[in-house]
């Protein structure tokens, strides 16, 4: 287990660690009702029903707990790899390809301003966030492009496409559009039209086959 320690670098204990993740908390409420520009240490504690000074013991500043909620959401995507690890032949590639889009949607959705403030912050040049991001679709960009890989060498996908580029307009595709889904759904479209639409376009391309 990682050791989680404060600003000055001591281990904290049990009742600690409570505290910071229930600053952590109050973070992630607060950026889900207002801009990050706007969000001060002050609206955190008072959310979070403490102190300014208990902040600082766990926190250099507001990006610095930012960036811990983004390495969470990170790691919380990790579980839905299982999906790319399996085989998706047949039957299986239908069931994998909607089983891996449902918990992409549903992660966005649970982590959505986390998340879109992560892409905003890293496309602007902000390097920790970049770094982040990085590390957190890494390994999605890797089963992806091994699944595209496979294909090209059964010759079920064209030999004439880069895979790890496929794999790159694979992840832009499903964090620019889920991204957008409040928008999308004033349009009418649900997020389980969301989920049948990506799930199918994922199935073509990794696999060469139609819904």
């Known amino acids: 287990m990682t050791q989680v320690t404060a600003t000055d670098g001591r281990v904290i204990g049990t009742r600690a660690t409570i505290t910071r993740v229930r600053l952590l908390e109050a973070t992630a409420k607060l950026l889900d009702e207002n801009s990050a520009l706007d969000l001060k240490v002050i609206d955190i504690t ?12 766990y926190f250099t500043d507001v990006s610095d707990a930012i960036l811990d909620l983004v390495y969470q959401a990170g790691q919380d995507s990790l579980s839905m790899l299982v999906h790319l690890d399996q085989s998706w032949d047949g039957e299986a590639g239908k069931k994998h390809a909607v089983a891996f889009t449902t918990e992409f949607v549903a992660h966005w959705q649970a982590h959505s301003s986390i998340l879109r403030l992560r892409n905003l912050r890293a496309e602007e040049g902000d ?7 990085g590390e957190a679709i890494k390994p999605f960009m890797k089963g992806l492009t091994s699944k595209i890989a496979a294909g090209q060498a059964d010759g079920r996908i064209s030999a004439h496409i880069n895979a790890y580029a496929t794999a790159a307009a694979i992840m832009a595709m499903l964090e620019r559009l889920v991204a957008y889904l409040p928008e999308f759904n004033r349009r009418g479209v649900e997020p389980n039209d969301m989920v049948e639409t990506l799930s199918c376009l994922i199935l073509q391309i990794l696999t060469g086959e139609k819904c």
Do not use: G, I, V
């Open 46 to 57: 008072r959310e979070a029903n403490t102190s300014p000074a208990t902040f600082y013991q």
């Open 127 to 133: 390097t920790k966030f970049r770094d982040l991001r």
